[in-house]
């Protein structure tokens, strides 16, 4: 069978998001050369402007729904809600970044370049469909964050990190690859739908684009164990990005090093993206054999939930605590993955929402208050906020009521609609668990709150500059958006709803 | 341009300015430094208008804004002409989503309250009212606070409020109108207490929230009732169920359906300002003068009537919380009249007017009449914000004065505001031909010839009219006629007011002339125009059931009759007023000094704020606590102090149980916790060797799990 091997435009469009992403890095990337200036605003102005393009585009393509290259893409409401989360947690990485940058003397075009690969390669794991696709985007998206950790070079707890972190990713990444040739073992196909068909009827034939037709066929069908373990590999690849337990180790280590605002895209953007591709393997393509995986998720959810809360409660360094608390709300995720409803992904991209909103602003809070060199990350030094900067220590006062999972946040809604998904599902002792766990997890933010109200004035506190309008903004909208779902959750929940549904 | 699409975007443009002036009006309007916010000295020299080429951006945009929904209510309203049932209603959105419930009955049912909105023939002349008359309001406000520090806060909250107050007369649920139900209060609270440094004006504005809040327990809990028995708050839903016989009309007692009428009407007597809780809209006359026009006359404390009417598919089936509606009606209508007789302050004399005459819409609301309540609040909102407007204008003429007795004479020195206030005074008194005669003649006449109404309430009715043409031309005698009375030195800066506040006075005059012919008498057989309002209401208050032939009873003779008397009444409550205050200004004196007791006793508006004071705020508030103190010593001690030895056993038993079962429980879960939380430490070592390990580990784990499976 002739393969046309130029795309369609219908094809292009789909992508568009990516195109432009890249293209703009990749501009970024030769201005930099060009101007031969170390440190301007103009790259993140530049970035931003790119970012609002690629937000447009994954709108306009949304426009367009359907499969893209043989169906190795598809925009669907999953896609389009991934690709414009991961945008704008972009867009507000770059704003925090401004004066944090311009703080440690590198605003370079490098750094800009690199947020915006690593996007483009986030938005292509969103709209993946197919495992070489999203094993395309996975490496894309990590390799740029691999350097963004390390990207304050004369910083010895960067380096450290960036190592940590480049060295356990590919060990992660590669057991995710076995895992695709697992796949392609037992079925015969890498396309995610086709994947899909053949778990469903043990031989079938499915439309794969224009005019071709996949056969598949499920070699395996009475051995289960091989499903399973092929989700096994596929659970550490992924499981390393969203930093479930048990491959969590490596996040405190580097949140900590990393520079705040590269910490704060890295607890949300790679994250949600990995989150999509789960939603796709596990809710779609695997969805058949889902009585395989779901000891796995079960587990995992749990002991991130526990692993995270607990360990964050002895924690002094804020970045820290948080690193820990990013992998106990993994777990959170995780058992509405585990409910394996249409109402438990729809919560999962709720949570995702919610949770990058307010986690972008609590770590830019902790930058804000770190000051050059990042000196200050200590709870201690949070003392007196509320008294030297009211407006900052009142909204990361919403950032921490909402990571509790207060009403009238973001927060709540999402732990609401998860472990109502949850409890739909008979999840009866993971549920319970799982608000054990977020009372735990109530004690570590509530002592940030006192520091800040209750304490003197620490160094940190008097040293704070005054919030720039870069981070003001990336911080007002991160409170307006953390209240505003905590209000009016109904917006987005009707969105993640209709796209659950269409998934399958 | 479809406008009932763009319905949405009434509320909006007020928000906007609201938004826009409370953000950012400081920019426009920087106060000079070490000067405090307050009342300038109208008219005076000093005070200088620090106006600024950014400040003539207020006087466009909050005005403005409010022209834009004005235009767009009209042309929804045109619009709405023309679709069949004269009744769109629109939801934007979900707002509080489905949560199952209970009803009363025991069957299950949804709760659900949107974001949408409803414009039938009722809520379409309310946004007419709120944005035209508010429109003007804002206009003359542009002149009447030139002077005023904080001028972008004024506006900003007079621009809330039309938002609020659009918010309550478009919402299609009690839900939502509850949400512009309270923003009208919150911003009525801002606005009385404007001239914050006052303290008069805080405690003004404290007490209206606080008397509010008390009517607002009654709808909430009103409100609530309903979700529980018809199990829905949506205008259209609750009207459907009553109206299908479903429930039948409670005629003989007092069941549940009366017991949500009373509830709602309780709100009512709140925001209205009836008896027993109207203490507070005097006092309200704190606040800046336009602020009286709009708020506390034209629209927010019609919003109970309104709100009333809406829910006249309720009221028709419940006859005796009607009667209730129309004595209390009736009642506030007569004991505002007498107290307004006497007050001296300008201001307050219009206050108790506004009582009075909203006491005559819940007088027609209670008996049946709901068209005519309308219709009344209708023309009202002309003439009383056209009284309250052309008051203001007198205070800024005469240098912040506001007592009558220092006024006089004024006639010829403002000639535009006498003339209009002229008119206006005519059209309350009720002389035919103005506003106020035809709507208050309409009310008479069903208060007489209604089913449900009687000789009495219309005799207190007809005694009201007499007692308003008197109070309303005592004012204008006392303002605008015979000797001077003004003291020396105000009397040389005496000047007619700008343009920004003439004009509307003249538009609004105008209008207290004209919007009577909307609804002229059957009587006088006028053709459909002249009726327009009837009909145009009608279809909103139509039971389903035959119409009871209550005006076929009486004869038309009888109603020439009783128009005529209301019309003589009025013309001898100007006369006597003329006499009194013009030609023989001694008798009111002597009249007072023969009749002490009986002046006293109005002029200190019956001590109803001295019997609440006694009653609830030392009454309940303080003594309440000795009483209860009281009990508490001798009743609860006794019995205390028998259960004494009792407690003293227990106590020793749960001693025990608290250090050994609860503590020990409380420190082993801490103690777990701090235990758990080491394990999890133990592992970050900080090596990636040890972390690799990790990841292996983890997945032999997961393959083990298959295996051993």
């Not at chain 1, 707890?157 to 697992?182: D, I, M, W």
């Not at chain 2, 005074?425 to 309409?442: C, M, N, R, T």
């Amino acid at each position: 069978m002739p393969v046309d091997l130029m795309p369609a435009s219908a094809d292009l469009i789909r992508l568009l998001p990516e195109i432009v992403l890249t293209l703009m890095g990749t501009l970024l990337m030769v201005l930099a050369a060009i101007l031969r200036k170390r440190s301007s605003n103009a790259y993140g102005n530049l970035s931003i402007a790119a970012l609002l393009a690629a937000l447009g585009a994954a709108v306009y393509a949304y426009t367009r729904q359907g499969p893209a290259f043989g169906n190795m893409l598809v925009v669907d409401g999953l896609a389009t809600f991934f690709r414009a989360l991961v945008i704008v947690v972009g867009i507000l990485t770059v704003l925090a970044s401004y004066r944090f940058l311009r703080r440690q003397g590198a605003e370079t075009g490098e750094y800009h370049a690199l947020l915006l690969f690593s996007i483009a390669g986030q938005c292509l794991m969103a709209a993946a469909n197919d495992l070489i696709v999203v094993f395309i985007g996975l490496e894309i998206s990590s390799l740029a964050s691999y350097v963004m950790v390390g990207y304050l070079r004369d910083d010895k707890r960067a380096n450290e990190a960036a190592l940590k972190y480049f060295l356990l990713g590919s060990f992660a990444t590669a057991f995710f690859l076995y895992g695709v040739a697992l796949v392609y073992g037992i079925t015969g196909t890498i396309n995610l739908s086709g994947v899909r068909a053949a778990l469903t009827a043990p031989e079938s034939c499915l439309q794969a684009g224009a005019g071709s037709v996949l056969c598949v066929q499920n070699w395996l069908a009475p051995w289960p164990i091989f499903l399973g373990v092929a989700a096994a590999l596929l659970f550490v690849g992924l499981g390393f990005k969203v930093s479930a337990a048990p491959f969590q180790i490596w996040a405190p280590d580097v949140y900590q090093g990393a520079p705040s605002p590269v910490t704060a895209f890295l607890s949300t953007g790679p994250k949600a993206a990995a989150f999509a591709v789960f939603l796709r393997i596990f809710m779609s393509a695997f969805e058949p054999g889902g009585a395989a995986w779901e000891p796995l998720v079960w587990f995992s959810a749990l002991a991130s939930m526990t692993i995270g809360n607990f360990a964050a409660l002895r924690q002094s360094n804020v970045k820290r605590m948080l690193a820990y608390s990013s992998i106990a709300h993994a777990g959170y995720v995780l058992v509405a993955l585990t409910a394996r409803s249409a109402d438990g992904a729809a919560a999962v991209m709720f949570y995702l929402g919610a949770y990058a909103f307010m986690n972008i602003g609590a770590f830019a809070v902790v930058g804000h208050l770190a000051g050059k060199g990042e000196r200050y990350q200590d709870i201690e030094d949070f003392g007196g906020l509320g008294q030297k900067q009211p407006l900052t220590a009142a909204m990361l006062t919403i950032f921490l009521l909402s990571l509790i999972g207060v009403p009238l946040t973001g927060g709540f809604f999402g732990k609401f609609y998860i472990f109502k998904a949850a409890l739909e599902s008979h999840l009866v002792w993971l549920t319970v668990l799982g608000l054990l766990n977020s009372a735990v997890a109530a004690y570590y933010y509530l002592r940030v709150l006192v520091m800040m109200y209750f304490r003197e004035p620490s160094q940190a506190a008097i040293e704070a500059e005054p919030l720039r309008p870069g981070l003001r903004a990336a911080l007002l909208v991160s409170a307006v958006a953390t209240l505003f779902l905590g209000i009016f959750p109904n917006w987005v929940l009707d969105f993640s709803n209709k796209s659950a549904a269409m998934m399958k | 341009m479809n406008f009932l699409d763009q319905i949405w975007l009434i509320p909006l443009f007020p928000l906007l300015g609201a938004a826009l002036m409370l953000f950012f009006g400081k920019l426009l309007d920087p106060q000079p430094v070490g000067q405090a916010s307050g009342p300038a000295h109208h008219g005076q020299a000093e005070g200088l208008p620090h106006q600024t080429s950014l400040r003539k951006l207020i006087d466009f945009i909050c005005p403005g804004m409010v022209l834009l929904s004005f235009v767009f209510s009209l042309g929804a309203i045109y619009q709405l002409r023309q679709l069949p049932g004269r009744v769109y209603q629109v939801i934007q959105f979900t707002w509080i989503a489905g949560l199952p419930f209970h009803m009363a009955n025991g069957h299950l049912a949804t709760f659900q309250a949107d974001w949408g909105f409803l414009l039938d023939p009722l809520s379409s002349v309310m946004i007419l009212v709120v944005t035209g008359v508010g429109f003007l309001i804002h206009v003359y406000s542009t002149g009447y606070m030139a002077h005023d520090n904080g001028y972008y806060r004024f506006f900003g909250y007079l621009n809330l409020f039309v938002f609020f107050m659009l918010m309550l007369v478009l919402a299609n649920n009690y839900m939502l109108l509850f949400v512009g139900w309270e923003g009208v209060g919150l911003c009525s609270y801002l606005l009385i207490g404007f001239y914050f440094h006052k303290k008069s004006a805080c405690d003004a504005g404290k007490k209206a929230f606080v008397v509010n809040r008390v009517g607002d327990a009654g709808f909430v809990l009103g409100m609530l009732l309903m979700m529980s028995v018809l199990g829905t708050v949506k205008f259209t839903d609750v009207n459907a169920i009553l109206r299908s016989g479903q429930f039948p009309a409670e005629t003989a007692g007092f069941g549940v359906l009366s017991a949500i009428a009373i509830l709602m009407f309780f709100g009512a007597t709140g925001k209205s300002a009836q008896v027993p809780l109207y203490v507070w809209l005097p006092d309200a006359m704190e606040g800046p003068t336009p602020v009286s026009a709009l708020i506390h006359a034209a629209t927010m404390v019609t919003a109970g009537v309104y709100m009333v009417a809406r829910s006249a598919a309720l009221f028709q089936l419940t006859p005796s919380a009607s009667a209730v509606v129309a004595v209390v009606g009736a009642f506030t209508a007569i004991l505002a009249a007498t107290i307004a007789l006497v007050q001296n302050d300008i201001k307050r004399v219009l206050a108790y007017s506004t009582v009075s005459q909203l006491g005559y819409m819940f007088l027609a609301l209670g008996v049946g009449a709901y068209w005519v309540a309308i219709f009344h609040l209708f023309t009202h909102a002309f003439f009383k914000a056209l009284l309250f407007l052309g008051s203001g204008s007198v205070i800024h003429a005469v240098g912040g004065e506001q007592d009558m007795r220092r006024m006089g004479a004024l006639k010829n020195k403002i000639p535009i505001t006498h003339w209009t206030m002229f008119a206006g005074s005519v059209a309350i008194a009720g002389i035919p031909g103005l506003a106020g005669f035809f709507s208050k003649d309409e009310i008479l006449w069903q208060a007489y010839s209604s089913p449900l109404g009687s000789k009495a309430l219309w005799f207190v009715g007809l005694a009201t009219a007499g007692l308003t043409a008197f109070y309303m031309w005592r004012l204008m005698n006392l303002t605008f006629y015979g000797r001077s009375r003004v003291a020396p030195e105000t009397e040389k800066h005496v000047h007619e007011s700008p343009a920004s506040m003439t004009v509307p006075l003249t538009l609004l005059a105008i209008g207290s002339v004209l919007a009577g012919w909307l609804g002229t008498p059957k009587l006088w057989n006028l053709g459909a125009s002249f009726h327009k309002f009837e009909t145009w209401l009608a279809p909103m208050f139509a039971t389903g059931a035959a119409e009871p032939a209550g005006e076929a009873g009486h004869s038309a003779s009888l109603e020439w009759m009783l128009m005529g008397l209301s019309v003589a009444v009025a013309i001898v409550g100007i006369s006597i007023a003329r006499y009194f205050y013009h030609n023989r200004p001694d008798i009111p004196d002597s009249l007072e000094k023969s009749f002490k007791p009986l002046h006293t006793l109005l002029y200190n508006k019956w001590y109803v704020d001295e019997i609440y004071d006694f009653l609830f705020v030392n009454g309940l508030g303080k003594g309440g606590g000795r009483v209860f103190g009281a009990f508490d010593r001798t009743v609860v001690d006794g019995g205390v102090n028998g259960a004494g030895w009792l407690t003293r056993f227990s106590s020793k038993v749960s001693i025990w149980w608290d250090t050994w079962i609860v503590d020990g429980a409380v420190r082993l879960t801490s103690f777990s916790v701090k235990l758990l939380s080491y394990p999890a430490c133990l592992l970050e070592t900080g090596r990636v060797q040890t972390y690799a390990f990790f990841v292996v580990a983890g997945l032999l784990a997961f393959f083990g799990y298959y295996i051993a499976r």
